[in-house]
């Protein structure tokens, strides 16, 4: 059998949990599968580069507002240009326009949808060319259950036709050594317990609870830091609410990281206080870790977090039951240890980069036999 060749079509290959998704397949699946990656929004980013400069073809075109139809014509161009199999479009805009290039191509439409919009909305105009698209493509994947049902709800895709395919990531492994001299570069004394985060630092994600959640911690509890890992528009906003909440002392922002298990091994509790996840990459990280975890009830948290086993979940937007989980903890060591025990067994079982992989690959072989 000659080579698959896969087109991954995307926005772009910054920082995110759907580009490290992309990275994760187009580095481990076997050689007979040829990934090529495609960004529409003008520019390669950070992983894209990483990857070029790992011999993997990354390109870029420019979507203009609206429905681009030049740029329809120049995927399709690309498509035949390079003989494409399979066009896998991640998310739901990628899948427009993967979905009108294939045509009067040989190529087959993959959807992977990693994770909707906050807040959702449904669009009845929209409906009738979702449908379509929904049939006439090869496979429909999402990466949770909560994903799905909004696949479903607000683009009227039959279920039936869904796949959940969750994340996997490759293990890793923190050094000692270097958690250490982070905690002495970020001047966090060994008394110091460290509740931590690593995200973009976005609305979507709601740092601002967050830090409203500990500040109420510090009402009776002094010795823990909140440590802030990554970079984004709202840096600023919280800035200043840290400092309208006066708490200065106890908060460490250090934009962003790319030596995350360094910085996840400093930590005692992994904070997720996001609106919206679809399977949060940072979460399945520090889970890897043994860090046990707690988060909004949201989107596929639920899913990642299995409630008092491996993390404490709380209603979105509520601050103070997050702080009464995150008390809870703090006031018992050996539940920290217990749940993030289970939390790393969890992980080993449900979210591996092999499993990931595997059930790609199987999806890409029935695809090309249809």
Same mark, same amino acid.
């Given at each position: 059998?000659?080579?698959?060749?896969?087109?991954?079509?995307?926005?772009?290959?910054?920082?995110?949990? %759907?580009?490290?998704?992309?990275?994760?397949?187009?580095?481990?699946?076997?050689?007979?599968?040829?990934?090529?990656?495609?960004?529409?929004?003008?520019? $390669?980013?950070?992983?894209?580069?990483?990857? @070029?400069?790992?011999?993997?073809?990354?390109?870029?075109?420019?979507?203009?507002?609206?429905?681009?139809?030049?740029?329809?014509?120049?995927?399709?161009?690309?498509?035949?240009?390079?003989?494409?199999?399979?066009?896998?479009?991640?998310?739901?805009?990628?899948?427009?326009?993967?979905?009108?290039?294939?045509?009067?191509?040989?190529?087959?439409?993959?959807?992977?949808?990693?994770?909707?919009?906050?807040?959702?909305?449904?669009?009845? #105009?929209?409906?009738?060319?979702?449908?379509?698209?929904?049939?006439?493509?090869?496979?429909?994947?999402?990466?949770?259950? =909560? %994903?799905?049902?909004?696949? $479903?709800?607000?683009?009227?895709?039959?279920?039936?036709?869904?796949?959940?395919?969750?994340?996997?990531?490759?293990?890793?492994?923190?050094?000692?050594?270097?958690?250490?001299?982070?905690?002495?570069?970020? =001047?966090?004394? #060994?008394?110091?317990?460290?509740?931590? %985060?690593?995200?973009?630092?976005?609305?979507?994600?709601?740092?601002?609870?967050?830090?409203?959640?500990?500040?109420?911690?510090? @009402?009776?509890?002094?010795?823990?830091?909140?440590l802030l890992v990554g970079d984004g528009p709202s840096r600023s906003e919280l800035e200043q609410l840290v400092d309208q909440l006066q708490i200065r002392p106890h908060v460490r922002f250090t934009g962003f990281r790319s030596n995350v298990a360094d910085y996840l091994a400093v930590m005692d509790i992994y904070l997720l206080?996001?609106?919206?996840?679809?399977?949060?990459?940072?979460?399945?990280?520090?889970?890897?870790?043994?860090?046990?975890?707690?988060?909004?009830? $949201?989107?596929?948290?639920?899913?990642?977090?299995?409630?008092?086993?491996?993390?404490?979940?709380?209603?979105?937007?509520?601050?103070?039951?997050?702080? @009464?989980?995150?008390?809870?903890?703090?006031?018992?060591?050996?539940?920290?240890?217990?749940?993030?025990?289970?939390?790393?067994?969890?992980? =080993?079982?449900?979210?591996?980069?092999?499993?990931?992989?595997? %059930?790609?690959?199987?999806?890409?072989?029935?695809?090309?036999? #249809?």
């Amino acid at each position: 059998m000659s080579k698959l060749r896969v087109l991954h079509i995307t926005f772009d290959m910054a920082i995110g949990g %759907t580009e490290q998704v992309i990275r994760q397949l187009v580095l481990n699946l076997p050689s007979d599968i040829e990934c090529q990656i495609l960004c529409i929004d003008g520019r $390669v980013g950070a992983i894209g580069e990483t990857l @070029q400069a790992q011999g993997i073809k990354v390109s870029a075109l420019a979507r203009r507002s609206g429905l681009d139809w030049q740029l329809i014509r120049n995927i399709r161009e690309f498509i035949q240009t390079e003989r494409i199999d399979i066009v896998h479009c991640h998310q739901y805009t990628p899948w427009v326009y993967g979905w009108f290039a294939h045509w009067r191509t040989a190529a087959k439409v993959v959807l992977t949808e990693h994770g909707r919009f906050y807040p959702d909305r449904f669009r009845i #105009k929209a409906w009738p060319l979702n449908l379509i698209m929904a049939f006439s493509s090869s496979a429909l994947i999402t990466i949770s259950q =909560a %994903t799905k049902a909004a696949l $479903v709800k607000y683009e009227c895709v039959p279920p039936f036709l869904v796949k959940v395919i969750y994340n996997g990531i490759q293990p890793i492994s923190s050094d000692i050594a270097a958690a250490m001299a982070l905690r002495d570069e970020l =001047a966090i004394s #060994k008394e110091m317990r460290v509740l931590g %985060t690593i995200a973009r630092l976005d609305p979507v994600k709601n740092q601002s609870m967050m830090l409203r959640a500990f500040a109420n911690l510090l @009402q009776y509890e002094q010795n823990i830091i909140l440590l802030l890992v990554g970079d984004g528009p709202s840096r600023s906003e919280l800035e200043q609410l840290v400092d309208q909440l006066q708490i200065r002392p106890h908060v460490r922002f250090t934009g962003f990281r790319s030596n995350v298990a360094d910085y996840l091994a400093v930590m005692d509790i992994y904070l997720l206080s996001s609106h919206t996840e679809g399977t949060s990459m940072t979460l399945l990280e520090a889970m890897n870790l043994g860090l046990p975890c707690v988060a909004t009830e $949201v989107g596929g948290n639920p899913e990642i977090v299995a409630a008092g086993v491996t993390g404490l979940l709380s209603p979105d937007d509520d601050a103070e039951a997050f702080s @009464q989980n995150i008390a809870q903890l703090l006031q018992n060591p050996k539940l920290i240890t217990t749940l993030g025990d289970a939390g790393k067994a969890r992980f =080993a079982q449900l979210f591996s980069i092999q499993q990931m992989v595997k %059930t790609y690959l199987d999806t890409y072989c029935r695809v090309a036999r #249809k």
